[in-house]
Every structure is written in structure tokens, then in C-alpha cells.
DNA sequence: AAGTGGTCTAGACCACGCC
DNA sequence: GCGTGGTCTAGACCACTTT
């Protein structure tokens, strides 16, 4: 690894900047695995703590990704998440040229806790059909959801096909259709449970996006947490105003 | 610093533990400022890299935040956010009992950017007016932002008050209107120059919000780029679907 | 089995905030 | 001027992935 003209590769910031520059010209592609850290060490003559630190910043900025005890890689290119468009995941990471791939990763019946019965207006300890999946974007997992649906309106969904929109399944097998949303998104943290199921160091940031979908008797139809790569995604929302 | 039962405070996910033990307890307030690095350490037996680690983790989590070389603090509750809303960010951070303030820190006249003559859609060079204004909340800095409109749409602008809500100011000093907007969001690292606006690190983790807004006539009335705090922001929006 | 990242130690010096 | 965080060094051992 060479260095742009006179940058101080001792610190970790001019670590960071000559890791940078490789990227950012295009020596390596998408995905494309970065020297081990020792390699970059004795490229630098910093300690590994140093060349570390410029990794992270890196990570931080969402340049690089690592697999853990593996390496460290070149992020893709984020894709555009608009969670006002219906037709769902697997169509709209196609129509930007990229291989979605959703996975069910189970399915039960819940009783509701008090938040959740407060969301869906049903008593406590009623029964709530409870829906884990993992979305990848070009083998790559991006997104750990769960989905909580009322069973009074859905009644027999989890015998279904639940591998791609599920709200497609909620409008043709149960003639519910959404009506509104409401939709939050909040940088996180990825703990233990999302981090795991992400197969990322604990920790690493990301951002949650939690949607309830209300039909049009303001019902509440499905109650959705993901949590998402923070550099896997960028959101992007056209709205009419008054 | 005590520990809850067996934690094993030696490695960094155990000196986490037991620091956001106390914040969740409450023994330490919103903005309260915890024991100094080395402080912590005697309490734990850690080595200060350990330590350090476990601040950076729980700084990811948007538990804490540090004033650069003066220490670290708990993170008061985010605010919300809701792109859609027009009163503007004075009215609702103030709506949610916090204390906004706005700075007007610079305005001038600038030639339209490749970028920026595509999205208002005039001659690459073409003049438009800037705007950098960095907003508070309890008299924390939260976001940064700069603001571009056109001077056709608002002649004069940059003699009006411009330290409230500037959407406000178009509507009632030139009848512009905002009928749609695009709003984008994207993970991202707060470079330099709006680090040093926020008076944080270089490479903390923020949000990007990006937001485009257009009259009835699809003209670009104003092209807004905000730097949020990752820990000062809850985003939530309701859409009506069809 | 070899190599990788993940973690940890025990020091050190510096620049800067605060008093 | 003292204490703080910011940065860095030069080791070490472990758990895991990869071959």
C-alpha cells in the first residue's frame, strides 16, 4: 500500500486516508478483501492498534465492512429503501440491479406483552402471530426483521408462503389492505440477538426502522421491527405536503 | 462503581454493562458526567484501552456522548423528527418539552455546482443563495445544515430574519408554497468540517437528511442538507398509502 | 496447522479544557 | 498547572475461519 503525496501513515487518520484512497480509486472492487491487519501494519510502520483504530473509522463511515475473524472488505453500494412503496424488498432491491434473497427464520404464536397489546388495542397476554426473517442483498444479510400480525385478521396466515411480501399475502388471501403507516427510524446499536442473526460483531451501528401498518377501519394490520446494516441502506421518502 | 451480580468487569462488554447498569438506574442523570477514564479503570481492575473500548461501545449505542478532552455523558431521550411537519424544528422540539435554539452561521451567494444546477434544475454557475445554520437542543449542538434556494423564488432572502423557520419565511414573504417533498436518509460518518460544527470527533456516526422541497409547479423551493447527532434523532412519519 | 481478527495489558506522551 | 481525553507502542494470548 502506498500513500497519497506526504500523508503521516503513522497516525490513524492518514492510515485511514491511504486505506481510503485504495478504495475510493477503485483498486479494489466491491466486496473485495482488504490486506490482513498485520499486512497493513508493516505497510505503515504503525502498531496494530493504530492501524486498527483507522479501520474502525472506516466501518464507522460505512466504506468497510468486516466478517468477523475473517477480514475486512469493501461495503457495496447502499440501496434506496422507500418504505411508502408496497410491492416490497425482493422487487425493489431487483429493480436497482441487485440479488435480494429473503429467508424465514420462524415463525410462533406470542402471548401479547403490555407494549405489544398496546400497539394492536387487544389485552394483554392475547395471542399475536410472531414472524422472524433475514434479508440479504447479494448474499450479503442486511436486515433482521420481526413481524407481529393479529391472528384475528389473518386467521391461518403462518401456513402460508412467507418467504416474500407479506403484505401481498395479507391483500390477496385476506382482503386486508394498508391504508397508513406509521413509520420510525432510529440509529442503534446492534445488539446481541440482531447481531448475531446479522452475523456482525456486537455493536456495530445500524438503524431501526419499526413500522405499524393501519387499514382503513384504523385497525392495526402488522407491526414491523427491522433492523438494518447501517451501510447497507439509504431511505428516501417523496411526500405530498398538505 | 458496583457491579451487577457476577458481571465480569475485566473485559470491555462487562465494564459496559456496569456503566449503562447506573445510567439505566438512574443514578446518573441526563447529561450527567461519569468518572474520568482512569477513575473507571481503578474501579474495574481494566487496563484504560478496556475501558475506552467500553465507552466507544456504549457511544454507539447513543448512551453517552463526549465533549472533546472534557469527558463523557449521558445522552438525554432523542427527539422526534418528522420530516412532514411544517411548523418547523423550533415548534416541535419545543412541543416535546426540550429547549431549541437556532444559529445562523453564515450566508453568501454561490455558483451553482454540476450537482446543484441539476437539482433546481438551471445553468451549471447560475447563482443561488446559501445558508448554514446549526441548530440546539437544551443547548447541545444536534445537527448542522445548509440550505440552498434560488433567488428567482425569493429575491432578497438573505435580508430577512432567517434564524426560525425559513420555510415559514417563504411562504409569508414570497407566497411559496411547498407542495411535495423528497426526502432522503442515510447512515453516515460526520466528516470534518461538520465535526467541527458539532464540536465532536471526526467519524462519530450522524444521519444525513437530505430533503428537496417543490411548489406546485415542481420548481425546487429548497434543497436542505442536515448533519444530525446519531443519538439525537428519532425519525417517525405517517403516510397514507394509495 | 496456519493465519486471521478479537481482546487485553501496561506503559507513554501530547494537546487541550478547566480552574 | 493539573487533569482530561486522544493517541500511540509493543508486546501477548485466545477463538475462530480458512486451507
Redesign the interface.
Known amino acids: 500500500m502506498d500513500l497519497p503525496d506526504g500523508a503521516d501513515t503513522r497516525h490513524y ?1 492518514g492510515v485511514r486516508d491511504s486505506i481510503a484512497a485504495h478504495i475510493e480509486n477503485g483498486d479494489l472492487g466491491h466486496n473485495a478483501c482488504l490486506p490482513s491487519e498485520r499486512q497493513l501494519q508493516s505497510g505503515t510502520g504503525a502498531a496494530r ?1 493504530t492501524v486498527r483504530a483507522a479501520l474502525f ?1 472506516l466501518e ?3 466504506l468497510i465492512y468486516r466478517k468477523e475473524r475473517s477480514g475486512w472488505y469493501v461495503s457495496p453500494a ?1 440501496i434506496v429503501y422507500d ?2 412503496r ?1 410491492e416490497g424488498f425482493m422487487s425493489y432491491v431487483k429493480a436497482q440491479g441487485r440479488d435480494p434473497k429473503t429467508e424465514l427464520l420462524g415463525t410462533c404464536e406470542v402471548q401479547a406483552t403490555a407494549a405489544l397489546a398496546d400497539i394492536f388495542g387487544v389485552d394483554a397476554g392475547a395471542t399475536l402471530y410472531e414472524l422472524r426473517r433475514r434479508r440479504y442483498v447479494d448474499d450479503r444479510a442486511v436486515l433482521v426483521e420481526t413481524i407481529y400480525v393479529d391472528p384475528r385478521l389473518a386467521p391461518g396466515l403462518l401456513d402460508h408462503d412467507l418467504d416474500g411480501s407479506l403484505t401481498q399475502v395479507l391483500k390477496r388471501e385476506y382482503v386486508v389492505d ?12 446492534l ?1 446481541q440477538a440482531e447481531a448475531a442473526a446479522l452475523r456482525v460483531k ?4 445500524g ?1 431501526l426502522v419499526t413500522r405499524i401498518s393501519y387499514d382503513a377501519q384504523g385497525r392495526v394490520v402488522e407491526y414491523d421491527q427491522e433492523y438494518w446494516r ?2 447497507a ?10
Chains 1, 2 share one sequence.
Open positions: 487518520l492498534g473509522q464507522a463511515e460505512g447502499p418504505p411508502t408496497w394498508v391504508a397508513r403507516n406509521r413509520i420510525d427510524m432510529q440509529p442503534c446499536a445488539t456486537s455493536g456495530l451501528p438503524l447501517h451501510d441502506l439509504k431511505v428516501s421518502v417523496d411526500i405530498r405536503v398538505g
